[in-house]
C-alpha cells in the first residue's frame, strides 16, 4: 500500500513530488500538494497523512504555526521540514515545535528520500506497538471487570450463606436485573 504523502509547499511542491519518484518505486509514494498554511490546517480535519513534508515559508499561516496544528492533532506523525531558511535558530525553532527532520534547499533528493523512509518505518512500527498495547490495554480491561464480578459474585455468595456455584449466581443476578 503506498504511503500518503502530504506535501505543503506553494513554489517547488510539484519539483519536489517528481524528484521523489525517480528514487521511488512504483507505488510507493501517493502525493497530495497543499499550497498555503490555512489549506494545510485545515486538511488535519480528514484522514491523516503517513508523512508530512513542511515547507516554513506559506502564504496565510506560516509553516511552524502548521507544524504546531500537527502536533496537537497527531503527536506522532512524521514532519519532515524543508526549507530555504536554514540557519541555526530556524532549525532549533522548528526541531523545538517538533519536527523530526530539517533540510535544507537545495535538497538532496536521495537524503530525502532514505530520510523518509526510515521515518515512515519508524511511524508504522510505533503504531503497530501503540495497536498492540490497545490490545493488550483491552484484554486486561475485560480480565479485571470479569473478575470484580466474580469477587462481587462471592461476596454475595457468602453474604447470603450459601454454596452455590458462580454460574447460579449469575442467573440469579440476572434475574434480579429483569425484575
Known amino acids: 500500500m503506498a504511503a500518503k504523502i502530504l506535501i505543503i509547499e506553494d513554489q517547488n511542491a510539484f519539483m519536489i513530488r517528481e524528484l521523489l519518484e525517480l528514487y521511488a518505486p512504483a507505488a510507493q509514494f ?3 500538494i497543499v499550497s498555503d498554511g490555512l489549506a494545510a490546517v485545515e486538511k488535519l480535519a480528514g484522514p491523516l497523512p503517513d508523512l508530512v513534508l513542511l515547507d516554513l515559508r506559506l502564504p496565510g499561516v506560516g509553516g511552524l504555526v502548521v507544524l504546531e496544528a500537527i502536533r496537537k492533532v497527531a ?3 512524521p514532519v519532515i521540514v524543508v526549507s530555504a531558511y ?8 522548528a526541531a523545538a ?3 523530526d527532520a530539517f533540510f535544507q534547499k537545495p535538497v538532496s533528493t536521495m537524503k530525502l528520500y532514505r530520510r523518509m523512509r526510515e ?3 519508524t511511524a508504522s512500527r510505533h503504531a503497530s ?3 498492540d498495547t ?4 483491552g484484554t486486561q480491561a475485560e480480565l479485571l471487570a470479569k473478575h470484580r464480578r466474580l469477587f462481587k459474585l462471592k461476596e454475595r455468595q457468602a453474604m447470603l450463606g450459601i454454596d452455590a456455584p458462580p454460574e447460579l449466581l449469575i442467573e440469579i443476578e440476572d ?5
Open 30 to 32: 501517493e502525493f497530495e
Open 134 to 137: 490497545l490490545i493488550l490495554e
Open 86 to 93: 536554514g540557519d541555526k535558530r530556524t532549525r532549533q525553532e
Open 119 to 121: 521515518l515512515l518505518a
Open 129 to 131: 506497538r501503540q495497536h
Open 75 to 77: 503527536s506522532c506523525l
Open 175 to 179: 434475574l434480579e436485573k429483569e425484575i
Open 97 to 99: 515545535r517538533g519536527a
